[in-house]
């Protein structure tokens, strides 16, 4: 056994390549553990979401979108275009590319700080020890006195619609149909549903969405959520909510997707049915029984605020944790973890995280919904303001939807902010900061934000939160 590691951290993906880099530089002798490998056993670094998550998504959802402008949307710019063709093969070698230049630059700064990385599945055995197979079967076992899990997690599988990778696949499937379906079929309207179901809906597929709940986005807030419903209708997907899928059978090039909703039932045919209906901790063959380590009834790793795991000196982050699955949550607890073994006494903010689903246009959050502030009897104020009213967005024929932000009654602190519409990720942005230095909505309605911009929307919702919106007629707050 050998033992030249302050910490060892299992898995590269952005919670535990983020970590690992910081415990380097905080001058930690650190080794990242990596089962993924190429095909000439080399190993494939970060995670989900830069092999089959965050970025090959928003690549393929950048590119189908200027395919869709010049199909669709140039000519109300005075922008004629003609034959227009779609080369998807070029369209995933750009994907397959920037994910390859991505993971290269992985590599290259772990490289850079001195992390070792160990090709291998690894496992956490009782008393800090860390027993890898590699893809020859080969084990050896490493000891540190900090372990950080990031093991990340995988597609959620429903019983009706087991996954083929052919006619029926997951979100990673999705990434790479060979050619455009003429009808999609996704079970689920959740982010990947929406992201990945307006790919192959703006490169030409019809797109039918079935969704189990009975309401859309419900963790978004309402107003925000019933806006989005309308846009995404507008766009031609077809979203039915209360939908419960009975079965899927193949048949050879099609599938049908049997589902009830309320009292009646149907039957859809499609080319290709996406299957993404959540994703579930990878943390089954993680550790070993005496490693010390607990996990909750969803499989997700018990930790306290700080990551810190029941076993001592053993950490975990990101997915396999609680909270939302998002490579910045994962990264920013990579992070904390990284200092606190450093002695310091890190930790984050679990309710100032945005959110994004990176549709067109986006839909993006902070802090507390509406829903949210009625539940917990806050008395609070809310302004919001739409985009049809803000000349940049006019300018860019981007005036579908609205910043809505929410602040305490009596202090005036914001409490949330809610956007969906052009920028929106970057816009929530803004108000991410807000919170964080603890601002009021009269400290950024005395900003001065420039013009023609975006921003001017958030500008004037936070001065609508008091009834003083200058480019609209204000009512009554609610
Ligand atoms: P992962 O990224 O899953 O990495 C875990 C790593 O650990 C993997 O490389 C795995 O091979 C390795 N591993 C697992 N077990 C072992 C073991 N026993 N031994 C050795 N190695 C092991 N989030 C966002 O914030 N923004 C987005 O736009 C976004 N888009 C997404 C789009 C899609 C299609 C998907 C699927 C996800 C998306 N996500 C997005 C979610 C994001 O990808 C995850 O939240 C993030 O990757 C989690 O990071 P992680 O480091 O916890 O785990
Ligand atoms: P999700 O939780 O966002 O959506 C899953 C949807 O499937 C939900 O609406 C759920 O009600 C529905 N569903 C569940 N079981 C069903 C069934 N049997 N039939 C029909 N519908 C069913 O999960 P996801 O879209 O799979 O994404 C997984 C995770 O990845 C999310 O936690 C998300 O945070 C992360 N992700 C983030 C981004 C981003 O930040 N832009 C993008 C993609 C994925």
Not at 298 to 314: L, M, Q
Not at 349 to 376: C, F, M, R, W
Not at 379 to 401: C, H, L, N, Q, W
């Amino acid at each position: 056994m050998s033992n030249p590691f302050d910490v060892i951290v299992i898995g590269s993906g952005p919670a535990g390549y983020v970590c690992a880099i910081r415990c380097a530089q905080l001058g930690l002798s650190t080794a990242v553990i990596e089962q993924n490998v190429n095909e000439q056993a080399q190993p494939l670094l970060g995670g989900t979401c830069l092999n089959v998550g965050c970025i090959p998504s928003k690549a393929l959802l950048d590119s189908s979108h200027r395919y869709a402008d010049a199909v669709g949307h140039l000519a109300d710019h005075g922008i004629g275009v003609e034959g227009v063709s779609l080369d998807l093969a070029g369209m995933m070698a750009r994907k397959d590319k920037i994910v390859s230049q991505l993971t290269g630059g992985v590599s290259g700064l772990l490289k850079a700080n001195g992390v070792s990385v160990i090709t291998g599945s690894a496992v956490l055995l009782a008393g800090r020890q860390v027993e890898v197979t590699d893809a020859s079967g080969e084990k050896s076992t490493h000891n540190a006195e900090n372990i950080v899990l990031a093991a990340g997690s995988e597609p959620a599988a429903i019983p009706p619609a087991p996954v083929d990778g052919d006619r029926v696949v997951d979100s990673t499937g999705a990434l790479c149909f060979e050619a455009v379906p003429d009808r999609v079929g996704v079970i689920g309207a959740g982010v990947i549903g929406l992201e990945l179901g307006s790919v192959w809906a703006r490169l030409g597929a019809n797109v039918v969405m079935l969704e189990a709940m009975d309401q859309f986005l419900p963790n978004m807030d309402e107003q925000i959520a019933a806006e989005s419903a309308k846009i995404f209708a507008k766009q031609g997907l077809d979203i039915r909510l209360g939908a419960r899928v009975t079965d899927v059978t193949v048949n050879g090039d099609t599938v049908s997707v049997a589902y009830t909703q309320g009292d009646s039932s149907e039957t859809l045919e499609f080319d290709r049915l996406i299957v993404a209906v959540g994703r579930v901790p990878r943390t089954e063959k993680l550790f070993a029984a005496d490693s010390g380590v607990t996990v909750d009834e969803r499989g997700f790793v018990f930790v306290n605020d700080c990551c810190a795991t029941e076993a001592p000196g053993v950490w975990a982050v990101g997915d396999i944790v609680r909270g939302p699955m998002l490579a910045h949550k994962g990264s920013e607890e990579g992070v904390m973890v990284a200092e606190r073994i450093h002695g310091k006494a890190a930790q984050l903010n679990y309710d100032v995280i945005p959110s994004i689903i990176y549709t067109h246009p986006e839909v993006a959050a902070v802090g507390k919904t509406e829903q949210d502030l009625k539940a917990e009897g806050v008395d609070y104020k809310v302004g919001s303001f739409p985009f049809a009213a803000i000349g940049r967005a006019m300018a860019s024929g981007e005036t579908e939807g609205l910043v809505k932000i929410l602040s305490d009654a009596d202090s005036d602190q914001i409490l949330g902010a809610h956007v969906v519409g052009p920028s929106a990720a970057d816009l929530v942005q803004q108000i991410v900061i807000a919170i964080e230095m603890a601002a009021s909505t009269e400290d950024l309605q005395l900003m001065i934000f420039g013009h023609p911009t975006m921003s001017e929307a958030v500008h004037e919702a936070a001065l609508a939160v008091d009834g003083r919106a200058i480019h609209m007629v204000n009512r009554a707050s609610r």
